[in-house]
């Protein structure tokens, strides 16, 4: 079965740093591009960075660049995301997801993990 | 950046008839179109991809229609477990990332 786990989400203080952890397994992880999304209390969906199968090209909307880091251990089927420097309008579930690779013209996800519950608050 | 609004935010319909929900992009996405179902406390799950094609066991029920700027899902003779909140998702302008809708809740009327 085709399985995403993710796990290190809490409660933080604003300005304090967590790392999130997913672990893939039920299939070759070191083939796909994965991707963290995220999804604020009783809001949408919000697309938050990618990485590359070898981890040689990384994304990250805007509003999180120069706080948070993707990166990836094909070794270890493992996908982090490096959180710093929290912000209020940072608490969501975070999800990892894969992406599919077949869809034309980007990206589109399947299966995602359970999520993890990020909440930054004082 | 895409800015991708659905119409309507609520939808109330009876079990056993058809469910339509719409999907409108701010500029063309082609076909590059997804719709993903999430129940409460649930993961998304990818439902159709390139704006018709339907998941790996997804049942005919689902179907996705439109390119350019306007999509539909429809969703014929709706049962219990389809209930829940669908997001359309474009993937055809990068950067700055892939865009949500804002989501449909679909609920049992």
């Known amino acids: 079965e085709v399985q995403l786990v993710e796990s290190g989400g809490g409660l933080v203080q604003p300005g304090g740093s967590l790392r999130l952890s997913c672990v893939a397994s039920g299939f070759t992880f070191s083939n796909y591009w994965m991707s963290w999304v995220r999804q604020a209390p009783g809001k949408g969906l919000e697309w938050v960075a990618n990485i590359k199968q070898d981890g040689s090209e990384k994304y990250y909307v805007d509003s999180v660049k120069g706080r948070f880091t993707i990166s990836r251990d094909n070794a270890k089927s493992s996908l982090y995301l490096q959180m710093i420097s929290l912000r209020a309008e940072d608490t969501a579930v975070y999800y990892c997801?894969?992406?599919?690779?077949?869809?034309?013209?980007?990206?589109?996800?399947?299966?995602w993990g359970q999520g993890t519950l990020v909440t930054v608050s004082s | 950046e895409i800015v991708m609004t659905q119409s309507p935010a609520t939808l109330s319909v009876s079990p056993g008839e058809r469910a339509t929900l719409s999907c409108r992009a701010s500029q063309s996405v082609s076909s590059s179109l997804a719709w993903y179902q999430q129940k409460p406390g649930q993961a998304p799950r990818l439902l159709i991809y390139?704006?018709?094609t339907r998941a790996t066991g997804i049942p005919a029920r689902f179907s996705g229609s439109g390119s350019g700027t306007e999509f539909t899902l429809t969703i014929s003779g709706l049962q219990s477990v389809d209930f829940a909140v669908y997001y359309c998702?474009?993937?055809?302008?990068?950067?700055?990332?892939?865009?949500f809708g804002q989501g449909t809740k679909l609920e049992i009327k």
């Open positions: 390139d704006a018709s």
């Open positions: 997801a894969r992406d599919v690779g077949y869809c034309i013209g980007g990206s589109c996800y399947s299966p």
């Open positions: 998702q474009q993937y055809n302008s990068w950067p700055p990332g892939y865009t």
